[in-house]
């Protein structure tokens, strides 16, 4: 396992590579699944993109599910640069409004903190079509707890 990621330099976005490899799983089997592509990873902002193929329910359009979990794994990502290295961000909480169907193309997400604090950090993040319009807005918190409660 590599080490954390040195978050001192908060608005100075790291590699995405550099992120990745310092996760434990890397992205994680669902992101791999879902086609997220990491684009950039800062403290106060990370953006991916996620196909609409292959992310669908029944209906042909992007499953609402798809967004949440696309949401969930950039506001993780911000939360866990900001709590590092002594801390590790576990989510506690994820809200999602679903503004309009994608039944094609890419979606963008762009995750913006809300709240950076010692205990928590909050992310705002706004999932948008290839036409720049809004999908869906998502909010997640997150805890941030010493890592020696994970044995770290």
């Not at 879902?34 to 990370?46: A, N, T, W, Y």
């Not at 669908?56 to 969930?72: F, R, V």
């Given at each position: 396992?590599?080490?954390?990621?040195?978050?001192?330099?908060?608005?100075?976005?790291?590699?995405?590579?550099?992120?990745?490899?310092?996760?434990?799983?890397?992205?994680?089997?669902?992101?791999?699944?879902?086609?997220?592509?990491?684009?950039?990873?800062?403290?106060?902002?990370?953006?991916?993109?996620?196909?609409?193929?292959?992310?669908?329910?029944?209906?042909g359009l992007l499953h609402g599910g798809a967004?949440?979990?696309?949401?969930?794994?950039?506001?993780?990502?911000?939360?866990?640069?900001?709590?590092?290295?002594?801390?590790?961000?576990?989510?506690?909480?994820?809200?999602?409004?679903?503004?309009?169907?994608?039944?094609?193309?890419?979606?963008?997400?762009?995750?913006?903190?809300?709240?950076?604090?010692?205990?928590?950090?909050?992310?705002?993040?706004?999932?948008?079509?290839?036409?720049?319009?809004?999908?869906?807005?998502?909010?997640?918190?997150?805890?941030?707890?010493?890592?020696e409660r994970f044995g770290g």
């Amino acid at each position: 396992m590599s080490e954390p990621v040195d978050p001192t330099a908060a608005s100075t976005a790291i590699s995405v590579e550099e992120f990745i490899a310092a996760m434990p799983q890397g992205m994680g089997g669902l992101n791999d699944k879902l086609g997220v592509e990491v684009l950039e990873v800062s403290v106060d902002r990370i953006v991916a993109t996620m196909p609409v193929d292959g992310n669908t329910q029944p209906y042909g359009l992007l499953h609402g599910g798809a967004s949440i979990a696309l949401a969930e794994s950039l506001g993780s990502m911000g939360s866990a640069l900001h709590a590092a290295p002594d801390r590790i961000a576990v989510g506690v909480d994820i809200n999602a409004t679903h503004h309009r169907a994608a039944t094609a193309g890419l979606v963008t997400a762009v995750a913006t903190p809300a709240h950076l604090g010692r205990t928590s950090a909050t992310y705002e993040i706004v999932v948008t079509d290839e036409r720049g319009k809004r999908v869906c807005t998502a909010r997640i918190t997150c805890a941030l707890v010493p890592k020696e409660r994970f044995g770290g």
